[in-house]
């Protein structure tokens, strides 16, 4: 039975089921990458990291990964993965990722670049690992069915103020809503993947990233167009590189490999460089750190201000035009940027005790956060092209710049609402 809300930016679609669905990011298997895997991450010059480090790293915010796990041991992640918690209920617990992707995630959010490893564009942010199952660990072991849920209101019950959702279904569940209503109102951002199927028809929106608590990220490629992959409709929110950007191979760690990371890499950016607002801005709360994000997005010179489009949503991630050069108004810290109600704001709390059977409180930092909620449906109607803002780029957001992470977008019409029977809970990484 399908209950039918007006709630994003039209009438979004609630079903009580879920769906069984291949996990993995972007492409076919690759080839291992050789020890220069930070060449191939082109992000960080075009959004101009090195600039932004002199000013902000994250320091003093800790994201929440609700992934596959994150191996604490890799090079690039000692020293930066807070106490956890193992929601899968699987054997082992959250350092031990069973496909990669987890942390993949936590060192494109903080990785140190020791080792040769992945440089986090928040380096100096910490993580809190939840596990979660996916497909993989789903075809081996029994896990909890609950497990989604259970993690993130442990992860609003931490010190994060940040949560990362790099995955995704076609179904949307009324107890994993609600987890995110709580983690609204306990004040975080919680930023989830828009998913990867806009080629096979983009014919269904992918949750969490389409419940109007959550931000939607949509995948950039090296123009800065919307990634051919990259999900789209009236739920994206903003928009983050994610084609050709490296992860690690499986769950052995023996290398990194060269593809596409998708919008999970792009959600894990778009927390990274939340982290980063938040920390120049450490007395703000999640609304207004949201409300700069869009604002001082990287958007065409012919967008019409007030529009969102349905493929990069307010625009691309730009930090550095918030931190370096003041793009962005924080406006009133009770108020969701989006909605206009009062969520989230200076009221929230933060840092109660954990949920879930946890034995001991994750994270260890204090500073409160806030809300996200759906903007309007509104799109530019130009075709995509190769002429937009930079991100990071020392140009004004509509200045034309040509110089990359451009954007591309038009509009799609609805949210189409479909039925489903409920079958056992499976979802995949974005």
Same mark, same amino acid.
């Given at each position: 039975?399908?209950?039918?809300?007006?709630?994003?930016?039209? *009438?979004?679609?609630?079903?009580?089921?879920?769906?069984?669905?291949?996990?993995?990011?972007?492409?076919?298997?690759?080839?291992?990458?050789?020890?220069?895997?930070?060449?191939?991450? !082109?992000?960080?010059?075009?959004?101009?990291?090195?600039?932004?480090?002199?000013?902000? %790293?994250?320091?003093?915010? @800790?994201?929440?990964?609700?992934?596959?796990?994150?191996?604490?041991?890799?090079?690039?992640?000692?020293?930066?993965?807070?106490?956890?918690?193992?929601?899968?209920?699987?054997?082992?617990?959250?350092?031990? #990722?069973?496909?990669?992707?987890?942390?993949?995630?936590?060192?494109?959010?903080?990785?140190?670049?020791?080792?040769?490893?992945?440089?986090?564009?928040?380096?100096?942010?910490?993580?809190?690992?939840?596990?979660?199952?996916?497909?993989?660990?789903?075809?081996?072991?029994?896990?909890?069915?609950?497990?989604?849920?259970?993690?993130?209101?442990?992860?609003?019950?931490?010190?994060?103020?940040?949560?990362?959702?790099?995955?995704?279904?076609?179904?949307?569940?009324?107890?994993? /809503?609600?987890?995110?209503?709580?983690?609204?109102?306990?004040? =975080?951002?919680?930023?989830?993947?828009?998913?990867?199927?806009?080629?096979?028809?983009?014919?269904?929106?992918?949750?969490?990233?389409?419940?109007?608590?959550?931000?939607?990220?949509?995948? +950039?490629?090296?123009?800065?167009?919307?990634?051919?992959?990259?999900?789209?409709?009236?739920?994206? #929110?903003?928009?983050?590189?994610?084609?050709?950007?490296?992860?690690?191979?499986?769950?052995?760690? %023996?290398?990194?490999?060269?593809?596409?990371?998708?919008?999970?890499?792009?959600?894990?950016?778009?927390?990274?460089?939340?982290?980063?607002? !938040?920390?120049?801005?450490?007395?703000? +709360?999640?609304?207004?750190?949201?409300?700069?994000? *869009?604002?001082?997005?990287?958007?065409?010179?012919?967008?019409?201000?007030?529009?969102?489009?349905?493929?990069?949503?307010? &625009?691309?991630?730009?930090?550095?035009?918030?931190?370096?050069?003041?793009?962005?108004?924080?406006?009133?810290?009770?108020?969701?940027?989006?909605?206009? @109600?009062?969520?989230?704001?200076?009221?929230? +709390?933060?840092?109660?005790?954990?949920?879930?059977?946890?034995?001991?409180?994750? &994270?260890?930092?204090?500073?409160?956060?806030?809300?996200?909620?759906?903007?309007?449906? /509104?799109?530019?109607?130009?075709?995509?092209?190769?002429?937009?803002?930079?991100?990071?780029?020392? =140009?004004?957001?509509?200045? &034309?710049?040509?110089?990359?992470?451009?954007?591309?977008?038009?509009?799609?019409?609805?949210?189409?609402?479909?039925?489903?029977?409920?079958?056992?809970?499976?979802?995949? +990484?974005?």
């Amino acid at each position: 039975m399908i209950e039918v809300r007006g709630l994003r930016r039209g *009438f979004l679609s609630t079903m009580a089921a879920t769906v069984v669905l291949t996990a993995g990011f972007v492409g076919t298997a690759p080839a291992a990458l050789a020890a220069d895997v930070q060449s191939k991450q !082109w992000y960080l010059d075009a959004m101009h990291a090195e600039e932004i480090w002199k000013t902000s %790293t994250g320091k003093g915010i @800790t994201v929440a990964v609700i992934d596959t796990g994150v191996n604490s041991s890799t090079p690039s992640l000692k020293g930066q993965v807070l106490k956890g918690m193992d929601n899968a209920e699987a054997k082992g617990d959250e350092t031990d #990722d069973y496909t990669g992707h987890g942390t993949t995630m936590a060192e494109l959010i903080v990785g140190t670049g020791a080792g040769n490893g992945l440089k986090g564009l928040a380096p100096d942010a910490k993580v809190i690992p939840y596990r979660i199952g996916i497909t993989e660990l789903q075809d081996k072991e029994k896990t909890n069915a609950s497990d989604v849920e259970e993690a993130i209101r442990a992860a609003a019950d931490s010190d994060a103020q940040i949560i990362n959702a790099s995955y995704g279904s076609e179904y949307s569940s009324a107890a994993e /809503q609600e987890a995110i209503k709580y983690a609204q109102a306990k004040g =975080k951002l919680f930023f989830a993947a828009a998913g990867n199927d806009a080629k096979k028809g983009n014919s269904q929106d992918s949750y969490p990233a389409a419940y109007p608590e959550a931000i939607a990220v949509a995948s +950039t490629d090296q123009n800065g167009k919307a990634s051919e992959y990259s999900q789209h409709g009236s739920f994206v #929110d903003i928009a983050a590189p994610g084609s050709d950007i490296p992860r690690w191979c499986d769950e052995n760690f %023996t290398g990194y490999c060269n593809g596409d990371g998708g919008t999970s890499a792009a959600t894990a950016i778009a927390s990274a460089s939340a982290a980063l607002i !938040w920390s120049a801005h450490p007395d703000w +709360t999640g609304n207004q750190v949201l409300r700069v994000m *869009f604002e001082s997005a990287g958007r065409n010179k012919d967008w019409k201000p007030g529009t969102v489009s349905n493929y990069l949503g307010h &625009g691309i991630v730009r930090p550095n035009a918030n931190i370096n050069r003041g793009v962005g108004k924080p406006g009133d810290p009770d108020i969701s940027p989006l909605t206009n @109600t009062r969520i989230g704001g200076k009221s929230a +709390t933060s840092g109660t005790a954990g949920t879930s059977g946890a034995s001991a409180k994750p &994270g260890s930092t204090t500073e409160p956060g806030a809300s996200t909620a759906p903007g309007s449906s /509104q799109a530019p109607e130009a075709k995509p092209s190769a002429d937009g803002a930079v991100a990071g780029s020392d =140009k004004s957001a509509d200045s &034309g710049s040509s110089l990359g992470l451009v954007i591309g977008g038009v509009a799609v019409v609805a949210v189409v609402a479909v039925a489903a029977f409920l079958i056992v809970r499976r979802r995949r +990484t974005a």
